[in-house]
């Protein structure tokens, strides 16, 4: 999704966290794997100084490197559009599941994508409620 259509479409906010909502449980809980494990000691041994990477998953910081450039950002975390506050991606989605009492997708967790989304039908989408 373009961040322009993004800012401009509460449709396509809507599309977004929709997506994101029924795959965010199980892509918060991915874990890191023996390379992110090996860098973060490197870093630590001062083999390696930063490290740059262009996903979005925070595995790298969640094994232990603390110099990390995110280049395509983190989806662990949230920026209001109205204020610019940053808030943990936990939060939001807790705030989601109340205000979408009756969402039960959890079967649909399986068709999650590398960045986290899940693709629905849009007639789910559109009762998704975003507050």
């Given at each position: 999704m373009?961040?322009?259509?993004?800012?401009?479409?509460?449709?396509?906010?809507?599309?977004?966290?929709?997506?994101n909502?029924?795959?965010?449980?199980?892509?918060?809980?991915?874990?890191?794997?023996?390379?992110h494990?090996?860098?973060?000691?490197?870093?630590?041994?001062?083999?390696l100084?930063?490290l740059?990477?262009?996903?979005?998953?925070?595995?790298?910081?969640?094994?232990?490197?603390?110099?990390c450039?995110?280049?395509?950002?983190?989806?662990?975390?949230?920026v209001?559009l109205s204020?610019?506050?940053?808030k943990?991606r936990?939060?939001?989605q807790?705030?989601?599941?109340?205000?979408?009492?009756?969402?039960?997708?959890?079967?649909?967790?399986?068709?999650?994508?590398?960045?986290?989304d899940?693709?629905?039908?849009?007639?789910l989408?559109?009762?998704?409620?975003?507050?």
């Amino acid at each position: 999704m373009l961040y322009q259509d993004f800012v401009k479409y509460a449709t396509a906010r809507q599309r977004y966290w929709a997506r994101n909502f029924v795959g965010w449980p199980r892509f918060s809980a991915i874990q890191p794997n023996a390379t992110h494990h090996i860098l973060a000691d490197w870093e630590r041994r001062q083999k390696l100084s930063h490290l740059v990477t262009q996903n979005v998953d925070e595995l790298h910081r969640k094994a232990g490197s603390s110099h990390c450039v995110e280049l395509h950002g983190s989806t662990h975390h949230v920026v209001c559009l109205s204020c610019g506050d940053v808030k943990p991606r936990a939060e939001l989605q807790q705030r989601f599941v109340e205000a979408n009492p009756g969402w039960h997708v959890e079967v649909l967790q399986d068709q999650l994508a590398p960045d986290g989304d899940v693709l629905l039908p849009d007639d789910l989408v559109s009762s998704f409620c975003v507050r």
